[in-house]
């Protein structure tokens, strides 16, 4: 019933930015939390950023002050800018949708590759 489509991920050199884009159908965004996970080779996945249906934000301590997440309810559309890209920032990204109810809907993942 809700589909969720990920976009924005690619290759960039370190200092680059990248925004991440997660849009989902239907009305989940008056009831949801939206969160963005990420995951690399070897290591756990772990939560980056995530905003409320409120607008609460809260990021990992290592992306503060670079990551920034925001939702456009209009849009149907969460985003994660990402500025002053790191190698450590290489990862597989996933949005997420929660809800402390109603099952968690997930993007399909995209690829963040920060190298020289």
């Known amino acids: 019933q809700v589909q969720v489509v990920e976009s924005g991920g690619g290759s960039v050199q370190p200092g680059g930015s990248l925004r991440l884009s997660c849009a989902a159908s239907?009305?989940?965004?008056?009831?949801?939390?939206t969160r963005w996970y990420r995951q690399a080779p070897g290591k756990q996945r772990e939560l980056v950023a995530g905003?409320?249906?409120?607008?609460?934000?809260n990021y990992e301590d290592s992306v503060k002050g670079r990551f920034t997440i925001s939702r456009d309810n209009a849009k149907n559309t969460v985003y994660l800018q990402m500025n002053s890209l790191k190698p450590e920032d290489t990862a597989v990204y996933y949005c997420?949708?929660?809800?402390?109810?109603?099952?968690?809907?997930w993007g399909q993942g995209t690829q963040v590759t920060v190298s020289s």
């Open positions: 239907g009305r989940i965004f008056i009831v949801y939390d």
């Open positions: 997420n949708f929660h809800h402390e109810r109603l099952p968690d809907y």
């Open positions: 905003i409320t249906v409120g607008e609460i934000t």
